[in-house]
Structures are given as structure tokens and as C-alpha cells.
């Protein structure tokens, strides 16, 4: 198979037309978590009949792309990022043929798709690592992951002190055919996602096979899974610390943001480039700095890198305003498209995020001040995608979901909940399923409940419930979704204009477009730079002044 979008028709006594922005450059791509978007037979899983059953819904919100994230052949050990066949489909989420048709519908709908790659690591039952395992040590399978024999007179120690992301070493030891204890492998997340070593050719040459397997099914890129971390320092040195988890971000670490993963995309921009149709690749590469995270898009590597240092940044004005300029400065030496993001399927949503006072991270635990928090996710959602460049919508967030912070111990299912001195592992907050209905057993999910539960509270924040209420988030987005695409000054760009404003209070201009944003919690008079096009709270313009609620956001047109 190949690309199914289809090129406009052009006539032969039409002038050409001048080169389009590609596509990615201020794509709005909307992120679908399949097991939580929606279920087409009733198990009480989403799977991707759902997903194909509910594309419409996607085109009518105005997003340009959608990424799913990961459904492959699994044993969900890490809801599906440990892959024991990156070339099947999981049963729980459908088969190939599945998978071909909702390409072809997205395709026909003017949308494109962007599958999540995982090359870190496997799933331990991968075949490869489980016949590395049963052929003992000898087995030349082993390099193609990193098994070390263990350090002490026995063995006994792991090789280096390096921790796990989900908490407990990164560490493994291994038991030989015989029975006795045998060497250890290293896996940066769950003990049953094994890390590959790509130093290792054979590595190289599957996940390019693996590339145009995909690609050649149609699909327009790839989201690439903990790009930081395919290769480890030579040696695999110690670190000499503990709580490693508190240095992640901020300094470069032996096992992630090495030089050497540069030249793995280099390798793959050219398959990329073999495609046509503009196929993408995007980073999720956790860096120190967006100057790091500005490497990985140069001109001859991906195309786009997740910005999570602006994820990161809460509803403060000064604080956004230095986290917009300097990505947007370390993105315009490499070509690249800034990108913007405000939640995922790995931290809290942002309507529960800016709920909390500052500083307490992008996992919080606690429900806070719901009215507040709603008010300032619709503001920060026009302020993101009034910003130059690229922007990515967490699935439910045009819905003003907030996390469900009050799941019981026992429903949870995050690897990193049940291990000690991990990642929070509360991210089965922001993954529970999605309401598209006010009735029902799973508010429209499916016919056969749902994996996760959902509150009582979600029947008034479905998709049926918003739909035609002009005051509803859901036709805030599609409203602000709309605006985007038709305004010529929205979209691709690399700077904004900033204008003078009170304290608390950011404005810049694009063009004739103005966003103005009120962090504070009370109103502030300003000038009124134009006619209001689009505001996520109720505003009033006398005498030329316009009251800017507390936390609000307005689009301007001059």
C-alpha cells in the first residue's frame, strides 16, 4: 500500500501555485490512546474498529493528524509499549486489516496518521529475547540487547547502579538453562521491557524493516518512543548517585540524550524521505535543554520534537514567556517547527495540573480547585495555538477532562504504581475512557462498560452534552480549531511580536492576529487591540478598554 491521500486536481491554464507550508510544519495532530477512545465490540477496551467508527468526529474538530499510540502485538505489560511484534496487531485492539482500513478512512477523511514506534526496547517475549534467554549465554541473540554478568564474587550485584524509570534497578538477573543463576539484562523502564542494543547491526536493520513496513501500509510517521535513549555511553559507566529519577531533564545522562542516536535518524530521514506524501518522524526525547531538544530536528534528522519543557511550565506569565522565546530561538538555527503540547497519556491532564499550586510536577495526585483549573486549561489551549509552529491535543481534552485522581487501588494498571521509588505511577488518571454519550454504561465508549472507571460527574462533559453549547470546551476547540486553519497569520511561523501589558498579562502579535492572556486571578483593562475573534471566558469592551477576565485568553483581529 502506499499514501492514500489524494493531490488536488490541477488544471493546465491555472498560473502555479506558490510551494504549501508542508503539512507538519503547523500541523494540529490529536493524540488517540486506543484502549481509551473507544470500543467497537463491547469487550470494555477500545480498540481500532473504535477508532475507525469515530474519525468523523476528529475531522469535524479541525485537527490536521492523529497519532496513536502503541497497538501492537503485547502482552500489556506497559499498556502496549512492550512489543512482542512491531509487524501484528494486538487482538484486543483488531488486525492488520483493521489497521489498513482506518488508514484508508483517515485518508479519505483529509486526515493522516502517525503511528507510535517503540526502539528502545522490546517486550521480554519478543522472540528474540526469548530465545536469547533459552539458548543461555552463548547465544549471539544476546547482543542484540545488553546482558552483562553481575558485579560481586558471586555475580550477585548488578553491573552498574543505574536505576529504572519505574522504580528499583535497571537490572535483571537472568536464570541459565540449568537452572542456576545466570547474567543480568538491562531495561531502563519494566523488567519486562528489555533494552536493545543498538550498536548491534541487526538492530538497525529491523527497525528499518519495521519502518517501511509501515510506511508502505500508509501510514505518515511515526512517533518515536523514548528517542533519547537507544544509545547507552561506552562502558555503561555508573552514575554514582541514587534517585537518579530526580536528575532526568536536567543533566545529560550515560543511558539517554547520547551523541550517538543522531546518527539513527539521520539513517532513517532518508527512508522518510524515499516516501512521498511528506512522512514525519517526531521525537519524544526528554532533554536538558531545548537547545538538546533542537538536535534531534536538524535538517537531515526528524521533523518535529515533543516540547516538554513548555508542558512542564505553569500557568505563570513570565515563566511561559521565557519558555516560548527560547524555544522558539533554539528552534529556528535547525529549520525546525516549535512545538507546543499540554498533556499526554503520560502525566496529568492540564485541567487538573493548573487545578494545584505550582511546583508540584506533571503527576499530582490531588483533584484541586476543578473551576479554576477548567478556566485556565481553555485559556492556556488558545494561547498554545496562537503560538507559531505545531501543536498536539491530548484525546479528552476538548473535553475538559480533568484526571480521575480517586481510582481505587485495585483498578489500577501502571507498571510504576506497583514498583518502589518510581515514576508516581498515577498515570491511569488521565487514561481513563473518554465520554461521547450523557447515558449509558460507559458514557458511549461501549456497549460493554469500561477498563477503567468512570466518574459519575463525566455524563455533563461528553462530546453529546457539549456538542451545540456555545459556552462548552468542546466548541471552544472547535471554534479556536477553525480560526487556526482559515486566519493567514496562524499556524507555521517562527517568532511572535510580544507587546507591552500589565503584570501578569502576555501579549503578542502575529500579522493582523493579537493573543492576549490574563495569568492573574482578577480582571485587567487593557487597550483593546482590535475585534475580538475567538475568548475562552466572557469578556466586555467599554470605551475602547476591554476587561480581561482572570485567567482568560483572547484572539484579536486588527
Same mark, same amino acid.
Given at each position: 500500500? &502506499? ?6 486536481? &490541477? ?5 502555479? @501555485? ?11 495532530? $490529536? ?34 493528524? !492523529?497519532?496513536?499510540?502503541? %497497538?501492537?502485538?503485547?502482552? *500489556? ?7 512482542? #511484534? $512491531?509487524?501484528?496487531? #494486538? ?28 526502539? =528502545?526496547?522490546? /517486550? ?71 533494552? %536493545? =542494543? ?10 528499518? /524493516?519495521?519502518?517501511?513496513? +509501515? ?34 531533564? =536536567? ?11 543522531? @546518527? ?22 526528554? &532533554? ?6 533542537? =538536535? ?7 521533523? *518535529?520534537?515533543?516540547?516538554?519543557? $513548555? ?40 485541567? &487538573? ?59 489500577? *494498571? ?47 462533559? /461528553? ?50 492576529? !493579537?493573543?492576549? @492572556? ?35 485568553? !483572547?484572539? +484579536?483581529?486588527?
Amino acid at each position: 500500500m &502506499t499514501q492514500h491521500l489524494a493531490a488536488p486536481a &490541477t488544471s493546465a491554464t491555472q498560473a502555479p @501555485a506558490a510551494t504549501p507550508t508542508p503539512w507538519w510544519r503547523d500541523a494540529v495532530i $490529536y493524540q488517540v490512546y486506543p484502549r481509551s477512545f473507544a470500543d467497537g465490540n463491547g469487550d470494555g477496551m477500545g480498540d481500532l474498529a473504535g477508532v475507525r467508527s469515530r474519525l468523523p468526529y476528529l475531522r469535524d474538530l479541525g485537527v490536521d493528524a !492523529v497519532w496513536l499510540s502503541p %497497538f501492537y502485538a503485547s502482552p *500489556q505489560a506497559d499498556a502496549g509499549y512492550d512489543v512482542a #511484534d $512491531y509487524r501484528a496487531i #494486538d487482538p484486543m485492539f483488531g488486525t492488520l486489516l483493521d489497521a489498513d482500513g482506518l488508514i484508508r478512512d483517515a485518508h479519505a477523511l483529509g486526515l493522516r496518521v502517525i503511528t507510535d514506534l517503540v526502539p =528502545n526496547h522490546s /517486550s521480554d517475549q519478543h522472540e528474540w529475547f526469548k530465545r536469547a534467554l533459552a539458548d543461555g549465554p552463548q547465544s549471539p541473540l544476546r547482543a542484540r540487547y545488553h546482558f552483562r554478568p553481575g558485579k560481586g564474587e558471586g555475580g550477585e550485584l548488578p553491573p552498574n547502579d543505574w536505576e529504572s524509570v519505574f522504580g528499583g534497578p535497571a537490572w535483571t538477573r537472568t536464570t541459565a538453562p540449568d537452572g542456576t543463576p545466570g547474567d543480568w539484562y538491562l531495561h531502563l523502564f519494566a523488567p519486562e521491557q528489555p533494552d %536493545f =542494543n543498538w550498536e548491534n547491526a541487526a538492530v538497525a536493520d529491523e527497525f528499518r /524493516s519495521i519502518l517501511r513496513f +509501515w510506511l508502505d501500509m500508509g501510514v505518515d510517521g511515526f512517533r518515536i518512543d523514548v528517542a533519547h535513549g537507544l544509545v547507552k555511553a561506552d562502558g555503561l559507566p555508573d552514575i554514582g548517585s541514587h534517585d537518579q529519577l530526580k536528575l532526568l531533564g =536536567n543533566d545529560v545522562m550515560p543511558f539517554f540524550d547520547q551523541d550517538g542516536v543522531h @546518527a539513527i535518524y539521520r539513517a532513517w530521514r532518508e527512508i522518510l524521505d524515499e516516501y512521498p506524501g511528506e512522512r514525519i518522524g517526531v521525537a519524544e526525547a526528554w &532533554t536538558p535543554t531545548v537547545e538538546r531538544t533542537a =538536535n534531534y530536528v536538524r535538517p537531515d534528522e526528524l521533523h *518535529q520534537a515533543f516540547n516538554f519543557q $513548555y508542558l512542564g511550565t505553569h500557568w505563570e506569565a513570565e515563566a511561559l514567556r521565557e519558555v516560548i522565546d527560547t524555544s522558539l530561538a533554539a528552534m529556528r538555527p535547525v529549520d525546525a517547527p516549535a512545538t507546543w503540547v499540554l498533556s499526554n497519556h503520560d502525566v496529568t491532564r492540564h485541567a &487538573t495540573r493548573f487545578a494545584n499550586p505550582p511546583g508540584l510536577g506533571t503527576q499530582i495526585r490531588t483533584a484541586g480547585d476543578r473551576e479554576l483549573g477548567l478556566r485556565r486549561a481553555r485559556a492556556a489551549t488558545l494561547l498554545m495555538l496562537a503560538l507559531p509552529g505545531s501543536a498536539y491535543v491530548y484525546q479528552g481534552e476538548e473535553l475538559g477532562l480533568p484526571d480521575v485522581t480517586d481510582l481505587p487501588d485495585e483498578v489500577r *494498571q501502571d507498571p510504576s504504581f506497583f514498583r518502589a521509588a518510581g515514576q508516581d505511577g498515577y498515570r491511569d488518571g488521565c487514561r481513563v475512557p473518554i465520554p461521547w454519550t450523557a447515558t449509558g454504561p460507559s458514557y458511549g465508549f461501549g456497549e460493554g462498560g469500561s477498563w477503567l472507571p468512570q466518574p459519575d460527574s463525566w455524563a455533563a462533559l /461528553s462530546v453529546e452534552s457539549q456538542t451545540g453549547d456555545p459556552n462548552s470546551t468542546l466548541e471552544l476547540y472547535r471554534s479556536a480549531l477553525a480560526v487556526r486553519r482559515s486566519h493567514p497569520d496562524l499556524g507555521a511561523g517562527t517568532d511572535v511580536q510580544w507587546r507591552d501589558t500589565p503584570s501578569g498579562v502576555l501579549a503578542f502579535s502575529r500579522g493582523e492576529f !493579537v493573543c492576549t @492572556a490574563n495569568t492573574t486571578t482578577e480582571p485587567v483593562r487593557i487597550q483593546a487591540p482590535g475585534r475580538v475573534l475567538l475568548s475562552s471566558a466572557e469578556v466586555a469592551v467599554e470605551e475602547g478598554e476591554l476587561i480581561l477576565p482572570a485567567d482568560s485568553t !483572547v484572539w +484579536w483581529s486588527v
